[in-house]
């Protein structure tokens, strides 16, 4: 593909939030005005000291950050090639990565003056960060989850109600993410007046991409931190898996500019390329949805197809804008990973690490079982370990179980 | 240029009455009996006709808009077949209005140029295109109205004095106000309010002002019409087409009469609003 590169590839978004011609602002004239509002808001909280001050001390002593940067031994000569090291992310209060970005976005909608919270999850993990910080600072939590994705995911559903969140369960379409997402809009069309809708990925529109990005960044900046620390230089390679895509891009944004480091987003084959799959980069081409131009999977005539994953996390018809041109200015490989691949990811990390992952980084896991043993010795390849795989536990159970029947 | 919107609005206009406008579901339940409905909604008293594009993933519309997309994805219905449908309308009607309605994607895959020229040709007048706001003009707005076609803007109770100069930038043929914050087919719109929000606009544009979403009844219709240049009525008339299908989704001989009737009951308490005012 014949595009021009840029000086950086950190400058992105435009003032209209287009990452070359991904991104933009295609939503309904009602919720305009408030996307311009949350947009002035995040401006002003950027520049405001007190604000990145009080964030700071949140992430320190309630998420647990710094998350540790991991060297996985076992795992490195099992594969005999590249140095393994896994960004723990997982060890995060409540589980994944997705905390970093609803703390940010709370501080946000508690700045805007908003006491109602909306959000949409697939595997739940969104949905539990949400519910956890809402309760945390007295906020009404209401959170939209595929039909589906409430089934398979039964042991998230009912930490959220735990936690004092009103779980909806979407019956509408394929009853799973893209579906969630659908009803959180019609919800903040609805109720935009006192409503703050939390976007988990890396999508919709502008500024979420950019603003979701900007809170996951602390995932790469403390990655190159850490790496000067143990290794006293950048990583060569990382590794991390994309659904909507906001732990890849949290981890990679920093490293962008850095042209030594390879960069590998891995999306989700589900049942293979050919077939049932989520994979909107290998398997999709640009359209518009959800309030952003982006790769998506969609038939001839620009209907949206369903996806699938084995990880409900990862299960939805497109990525972030940022993602897809970083695909097409070429700056960031991506790859994807079947379910089997997945599953067998999955298996190999619990048994050599004592680590059960998330059926998402299960993913990247799995393409680190490729390219790892292609890599030198002295080789770092870090791999983004975004959420640990508590969740899954009940679900690969009953696959596993089934399989050696 | 004048389009078919702007006869129509000036004709209404001479004859003191507001516009009834009707929204349907392109291809609900089925291509065929979709013609049949279009064709029968101005002879029922529809002034102008809003035509829905199907689309997968409605994210402004409500459960019975969402479900007669599906309806009408499931047999078939796509882009081109909407435009086909309009031709085939056109061909005993060349006078009343007719706007397609819907989500960019289907558009933006057809190739906005290519979609512009079948557009026109095909006798589609003017696009409200739901999830393109005035700050993606440069996507369809600026070359639909090149090519010759309205591009009708929403303008939303979120819609602040501020903003309106943007809105009603590059709007033509009329202002199609939305009466709530909300998907269609939800809470009713409330007259008084209206009325205010219609006049609020008025001091910004000379266009036709049409309110839509959470008009149901001929009273209700009526009220509006009161306020407004035009009244627009889709989940009702939906609805009305849902509960004449049988068991299995299809069409049965009562499903054209049923949008048909109630477009005419509307459609009468629309002009009675006038004449009570007269």
Known sequence: MNIAKPNSYRSGPDERGHFGIFGGRFVAETLMPLILDLEKAYTEAKADPAFQAEMDGYLKNYVGRPSPLYFAERLTEHLGGAKIYLKREELNHTGSHKVNNVLGQIMLARRMGKKRIIAETGAGQHGVATATLCARFGLECIVYMGAVDVERQQQNVIRMEMLGATVMPVQSGTRTLKDAMNEALRDWVTNVHNTFYCIGTVAGPHPYPTLVRDFQSIIGNETKAQMQEIEGRLPDSLVACIGGGSNAMGLFHPFLDDSTVEIFGVEAAGHGLTQLHAASIAGGRPGVLHGNRTYLLMDADGQIQDAHSISAGLDYPGIGPEHSWLHEIGRVNYLSATDDEALAAFQLLSKLEGIIPALEPAHAIAKVMELAPKRPKDHLMVVNLSGRGDKDVPQVGDILKGKSK | ?278
């Open chain 2, 1 to 278: 240029m004048t389009t078919r919107i702007d006869t129509r609005f000036a004709e209404l206009k001479k004859q003191g009455r507001s516009a009834f406008v009707t929204y349907v579901m392109a291809g609900d339940p089925d291509l065929t009996t979709s013609l049949e409905i279009v064709k029968a909604l101005p002879k029922a008293g529809s002034d102008v006709i809003e035509l829905g594009i199907p689309f997968t993933d409605p994210m402004a519309d409500g459960p019975s808009i969402q479900a007669a997309g599906l309806r009408a994805l499931k047999n078939g219905t796509t882009l081109k077949k909407t435009l086909e449908l309009v031709r085939g309308f056109r061909k005993d009607d060349n006078v009343t209005p007719l706007v397609l309605m819907g989500y960019y994607n289907p558009i933006y895959i057809y190739g906005v140029d290519k979609f512009l020229a079948d557009a026109k040709t095909s006798g589609v007048d003017g696009l409200i295109i739901v999830d393109l706001p005035p700050e993606e003009d440069e996507e369809l707005c600026i070359p639909a109205l090149k090519a010759g076609l309205n591009f009708i803007r929403l303008a939303t109770p979120t819609t602040d004095d501020k903003r309106l100069p943007a809105v009603l930038s590059n709007t033509s043929g009329f202002v199609y106000y939305v009466s709530i914050a909300g998907i269609t087919g939800a809470a009713a719109a409330d007259a008084t309010a209206v009325g205010e929000a219609v006049a609020r606009i008025k001091r910004h544009t000379n266009l036709p002002i049409c309110v839509g979403f959470g008009i149901r009844t001929p009273e209700a219709a009526r009220a509006i019409a009161e306020k407004a240049d035009g009244s627009v009525v889709g989940t009702a008339l939906v609805d009305a087409l849902k509960n004449s299908l049988d068991a299995d989704g299809h069409a049965t001989a009562k499903t054209v009469s049923a949008v048909a009737e109630l477009t005419a009951a509307l459609a009468k308490g629309v002009r009675g609003a006038q004449q009570a005012a007269e």
